[in-house]
């Protein structure tokens, strides 16, 4: 059996933090491949280690010393080798990373700095070896990962070997390193998993699992302890912060289960997410969770007899195409077609693309609806329950909650509705108290 587990910034704060994972590892033999990301904040009011090499490449870019801060994430990792009894000495690699700074380096490689470093320190802790991320993560030019090439070079750098893998980066086909997106970790781990076609794909954290709820908007909301890769896309995609966006594909192509679990409570199973899961239609549970995103709007078109107009869908997309403004959802009726848009996306073209639109599709009226909120309730056995939407609608209903917009997914994974913004926290509620609470 082979694990591979992904620590995250919170998981190596500090020294303390670094002996959690070492116990973490050493408690089971298959957890052979370690990522990491770079040191957390310990406390309230610190800083991530990414953040301040961020600041230096700022300072850099506008010449200005940031010498002070460098000093801060020398001492930072210093500290942690002094407090992990390494002998490790990273002096000689800081020093030439500042003569690099003082000459050229590019905003990329400065910020990738931060897993490097710490990947080494965890390396020396563990007793495994250190593979640099910048040997097999191969992005092409444009950007996206060569997963071809990445795999076979990760299969050929690993082997069989126990390593501890800096997340983050990787490098581009000139040589020079280039980063994910913030929270790019969990990629690098999830491209690991693959590429060595890993039983599980373990990432830890600073939480037990995914939660059915916003804690900030409900109390103490109930762990989701299975859900399947669907379900955490719409989970995700809907506004739930679950994992970076670019994780699940590697994995779930592979079909390797994911599991995400708490370093401060390794005993915690967490949430194991899969493929598929065999189902208990009997259980009084429909909705695996619950999640939304404020900040949208809503344009609807009407038109008497759009419905026989096959091209007149495709006439208005075309127009927020050229605006590059994305459609969310598409909730529509005979001869009315409604279009869900982020708000930022649209407020300095909106005017303009109205324009167009009346132009081009020559309706009876537009109507623009502003301050809107989705809301969804996720689920894979709500296909198995009649009349739910009815119940959920019912339930926002009795409690004050007005519905502007009702969508729902052919695949009936989710039930998405549309609320005022001021709606938006009351109506997470309902639904969790109404359909979530009484079955726990």
């Avoid at 490689?109 to 040997?135: C, I, N, P, T, V």
């Avoid at 990445?150 to 690993?158: F, G, K, V």
């Avoid at 490098?171 to 994910?180: A, K």
């Avoid at 379900?231 to 699940?248: F, K, P």
């Amino acid at each position: 059996m082979l694990k591979v587990l992904k620590f995250g910034g919170s998981s190596l704060a500090d020294a303390q933090q670094f002996a959690k994972v070492k116990a973490i590892v050493e408690a089971d033999e298959s957890r052979r491949v370690v990522i990491v990301s770079a040191p957390g904040k310990r406390f309230s009011g610190d800083h991530k280690i990414t953040d301040l090499l961020y600041l230096c490449a700022a300072h850099i870019k506008y010449g200005v010393s940031c010498e002070e801060i460098f000093d801060m994430i020398r001492t930072r990792y210093l500290e942690i080798a002094h407090d992990c009894g390494l002998k490790l000495d990273l002096n000689p690699d800081f020093d030439a990373l500042w003569a690099k700074m003082q000459e050229c380096i590019e905003k990329d490689e400065l910020a990738s700095r931060g897993e490097y470093f710490s990947a080494r320190l965890m390396a020396e802790y563990l007793g495994y070896e250190f593979l640099d991320a910048a040997e097999w993560v191969k992005f092409r030019f444009d950007g996206t990962v060569d997963t071809d090439a990445t795999y076979e070079a990760l299969r050929r750098a690993a082997g069989d070997r126990s390593v501890v893998i800096p997340g983050f980066y990787g490098v581009m086909p000139d040589g020079r390193i280039r980063t994910f997106s913030r929270g790019g970790s969990d990629i690098t781990g999830a491209l690991a998993a693959a590429a060595l076609d890993a039983d599980v794909y373990e990432n830890w954290t600073d939480v037990s699992g995914i939660l059915m709820a916003d804690p900030r908007i409900v109390d103490d909301p109930a762990p989701i302890r299975h859900l399947t890769y669907g379900e955490l896309r719409e989970l995700s995609y809907i506004g739930a912060q679950v994992l970076h966006e670019g994780t699940i594909f590697p994995v779930r192509e592979k079909n390797i289960p994911l599991n995400i679990r708490n370093t401060n409570e390794p005993e915690h199973p967490g949430t194991t997410i899969l493929e598929s899961i065999e189902e208990d239609t009997n259980d009084g549970s429909f909705i695996t969770g619950i999640a939304g995103k404020k900040g949208f709007s809503v344009i609807t078109i009407a038109k008497t007899g759009m419905s026989g107009d096959p091209g007149t869908l495709v006439r208005i997309l075309e127009i927020l195409a050229k605006h590059e403004v994305n459609v969310e959802y598409i909730p529509s009726g005979i001869d009315i077609i409604s279009l869900v848009v982020e708000s930022k996306k649209v407020s300095k073209c909106l005017y303009a693309m109205l324009g167009e639109l009346q132009k081009e599709v020559q309706p009876n009226k537009i109507t623009v609806t502003e301050h809107i909120a989705v809301v969804a309730a996720v689920g894979r056995k709500m296909a198995y329950r009649p009349g739910v939407s009815g119940k959920i609608f019912a339930k926002l209903g009795e409690n004050g909650v007005n519905i502007r917009m009702i969508t729902q997914g052919p695949e009936e994974l989710n039930i998405i509705v549309g609320v005022e913004e001021k709606d938006f926290a009351q109506a997470i509620r309902v639904l969790y108290d109404s359909f979530v609470k009484e079955h726990i």
